[in-house]
């Protein structure tokens, strides 16, 4: 640390140079903080977390497969339904099969999420238990 002794005609010199002693406090000061927050903030509760698995879809004849274009219309293989409640009675009349079939929807990219959360609803409305999403799996590079 220097220190400046005025000359003896009594006129201050203005002193060019930053005092960086507050800005060095300060940094070491956050960075004391850091290092005693960041071991709080990382502690985790151990759980085993779900393995994530892309099973390829079985196609068999009891399945349904409700498909829903770009506009929101509905489709049972390709049969088109009216009405939300038109599906729900179909769905309600299949949903007491033994084994239950499994309910695949197809949505397309650019349909609105309500139209496939209609079909979600209706299948728990049905009483449908398993219900999946079709997609398409990413190109390989």
């Known amino acids: ?33 850091f290092l005693i ?5 990382t502690q985790t509760v151990p759980v085993t977390l779900p393995k994530e698995t892309n099973v390829v879809t079985i196609t068999k004849p009891e399945n349904i497969l409700l498909s829903v274009n770009r506009d929101g219309e509905v489709f049972w293989n390709t049969l088109r339904i009216p009405s939300n409640e038109d599906l729900v009675t179909r ?3 299949v949903s007491g099969r033994n084994p239950q079939p499994e309910v695949h929807i197809r949505g397309d990219q650019e349909a609105r999420y309500e139209a496939i959360g ?14 999946g999403f079709i997609t398409e799996p990413p190109a390989r590079n």
């Open 1 to 33: 640390m220097a220190m400046h002794i005025a000359d003896g005609n009594g006129e201050d010199e203005v002193v060019a140079t930053i005092n960086t002693t507050p800005l060095v406090d300060v940094m070491l000061v956050l960075l004391i903080i």
């Open 37 to 41: 927050t960041i071991p709080v903030v």
């Open 91 to 93: 769905l309600k009349a």
């Open 118 to 131: 209609r079909i979600v609803f209706a299948c728990q409305r049905a009483g449908i238990v398993k219900v």
